[in-house]
């Protein structure tokens, strides 16, 4: 088995374009663009460097996404939050089955993660490993993942 090296990339790559579902576009004619920068090995989760051009639309999650605001500026709201100016150094989490409001006033840069969420099935048997993981180690020292979520 090879150990599997780290990858680093900048948010300054090239990118390709990546139309917005026209359905989606509410107001001007936003062009946008993006880079897969990595996938997980078991294929759910990526990063992905995207970019967009002045435009209103409504993003559909199909997935769980967190972004992070490298340059420019957007405007995001939902039927339950008030629209918000997001920019650089700003991160959002986005759920699977939401949808959000983007205003791009002129241009915003964002990464983001984006991972697949699993059936119900998969998820209860995850949990279930979890637990028996964590019974067998015993009690440890609280770890980097214990802010709200689980370890593997």
Not at 78 to 101: I, Y
């Amino acid at each position: 088995m090879t150990t599997p090296t780290i990858a680093i990339h900048s948010t300054k790559a090239m990118l390709a374009p990546s139309p917005i579902n026209p359905d989606w576009i509410r107001e001007g004619r936003p062009a946008a663009r993006n880079r897969v920068l990595e996938r997980s090995s078991d294929g759910l989760a990526c990063t992905i460097l995207w970019e967009c051009t002045a435009g209103k639309f409504e993003w559909h999650y199909d997935i769980d996404e967190t972004i992070y605001i490298v340059d420019g500026n957007v405007i995001v709201s939902d039927e339950k939050t008030a629209p918000r100016r997001l920019g650089p150094g700003d991160v959002v989490f986005f759920p699977n089955g939401s949808r959000a409001h983007w205003h791009v006033e002129s241009h915003v840069r964002k990464v983001a993660f984006c991972q697949r969420t699993l059936p119900g099935i998969a998820q209860v048997v995850i949990a279930t490993l979890r637990r028996l993981k964590a019974w067998l180690r015993g009690p440890s020292a609280p770890g980097l993942m214990d802010a709200g979520t689980e370890q593997v």
